[in-house]
């Protein structure tokens, strides 16, 4: 049986830096080499990065998209690259944005992927299912493939497809086991939510015994927005066996040698037969690939997942990482209470950035508590972090002068004072402030507009208050584990959470305990349960009316809400869209 030496480049690209991008791949096809891989491969669309959403419909950027793919073939063969074969995802058209006058019915943009080889485009394939759920908007996008590309190299056939292509059962994976190949490429886009990676690895067998070939999975890592894409790229025998797999949420390059079925030659007939789901097979002969290695075979390991709370913390630590530095922001700033969601985001912030980067404001008011402005600042001490003190009552008091306010109003005041002041702090030294209200605030509506939910990105915006103190306790644990000073001060976590915005308040006089009130939270938003659904899982109705009118009636909020790293299955934004204006309601 032949053996290919697989290079899986798990790398950042950033949306429309198709210089960059392009770089990107020279620099980690030149690794690839050096390590003796035969077949390279890089994630979806990673020539322009991805979602480009309605860049799609800029001929403009089609254009420079396939512009850019030349290049880079050029390039490769000018960097003494050139026997080797490279697939790269990349945007492609063959025919009008679907939304012009001038649309053509099957042509249109086309989500792509080409194999380079001797400074040429050799081989093309476009996505076959588009997905059109969660965060996908593919339909809107993109016209889907009909064919499925299959490449003769090194004496094995070699199926392309790319991301959702993997997930549905049928199209190109059952093509591919019809048309007889030894390996299935599949580039990836896949955003990470948590779990993810419990559920792939079924999937990907799935699609092995499907095809009845080995599977090379490769994903992209990086922040995007509200996504961050995780990695966790991977072969997988056509038996099930994982052979081998990398690390989350870095950069990495793995290389490993697989054994595959010589190429027959009754399978070349096969090519523009009428395959699974009316595929047609496309085949093209890649000649005079690296001759394989000799030595030792290349073995790329086994990385095994890590605990939820550090997967999480991963995912925040580089959402936050790369929307500040993708959109080059010199640093960020945010408040800091002395409560558990703040010194969370401040440590996420550090960890992402370095203390240097991080400025935490203490903004205390006449109803801040001592511990709380002691907790801010031993915060800021364990962390390292730049530490300011910007007292918010004369000010508020100069309001409440020539203004005539109670109750509420007052409280709200407060909270947008500290609003004033960080967003003045970013226009006089441009950080990006960092909003600190979690998922459960957030989906009740309790937060003040303007306010506490001032701010440009909003690290926990997808996580729960109970995961909130659960990685508080772990980052702690794992600080002590490895001899480093806990950032996050024990009252913070230990004491009951309040926006002290008046004389001994707590959550708990409007919202119901968190362990409560997050399970309901759970079951209507992430599940789509209704009010029946959630009677029947056991909690009490009166709290779950009391709680449903509260998230219906505050959509308002969260449309006007920051984005946030997306970690859960339906992140608040592009996953779950609802209307503002809704006079439905679950309790009749």
Known sequence: MPTLRLALCQVNPA???????????????????????????????????????????????????????DRLAADLATDGLGELPVVVGYLDADGPPQVSGDAEPGRGARNAAALLHRGEIVATYFKHHLPNYG????????????????????????????CEDLWQAGGPFAAAGQAGVGLVVNINGSPYELNKDDVRLPVVRRRAAEAGATIAYVNMIGGQDELV???????????????????????????????????????????GAELADGLRVVRRTVEGIPPAPTGPAAVGGIIEPVADEAEVWQALVLGLRDYVDKNR?????????????????????????G??????????????????????????KRTGLDFRIEPIQPMVDTFLANMSLSGVAVENLQ???RGVILMALSNQEGPLVLTTGNKSELAVGYSTLYGDSVGGFNPIKDVWKTLVWRLAKWRNVEAARAGATPPIPENSIGKPPSAELSPGQLDSDSLPDYDVLDPILIGYIDGDLGREGLVASGHDPAVVDKVLRMVDTAEYKRRQSAPGTKISMKAFGRDRRLPITNRWREDG
Do not use: C
Request: hydrophobic fraction near 50%.
């Open 15 to 69: 949306v429309g830096d198709l210089t960059g991008n392009a770089g990107l791949v020279r620099a980690w096809t030149r690794r690839a080499a050096d390590a003796g891989a035969q077949l390279v491969l890089f994630p979806e669309m990673v020539l322009t990065g991805y979602p480009v959403e309605d860049l799609v419909f800029r001929r403009s950027f089609v254009a420079a998209s396939k512009a850019a793919l």
């Open 135 to 162: 965060v996908f908007d593919e339909d809107r996008y993109f016209v889907p493939g009909d064919t499925l590309t299959v490449v003769r190299l090194g004496g094995v056939d070699v199926a392309l497809t790319i």
């Open 229 to 271: 894409f995780e990695g966790d790229s991977m072969i997988v025998a056509p038996d099930g066996t994982l052979l081998t797999r990398a690390p989350q949420f870095v950069e990495h390059l793995l290389v490993h040698d697989v054994e595959l079925p010589a190429a027959g030659d009754g399978a070349a007939g096969m090519a």
């Open 329 to 353: 922001f010199p640093s960020v700033v945010l408040g800091l209470s002395g409560g558990i969601d703040s010194a969370v985001v401040a440590a996420i912030a550090v960890d992402a950035l």
């Open 355 to 380: 203390a240097d980067r991080v400025v935490g404001v203490s903004m205390p008011s006449q109803h801040s508590s001592e511990h709380s402005r002691e907790d801010a600042a031993e915060l800021a």
């Open 415 to 417: 909270a947008r004072v």
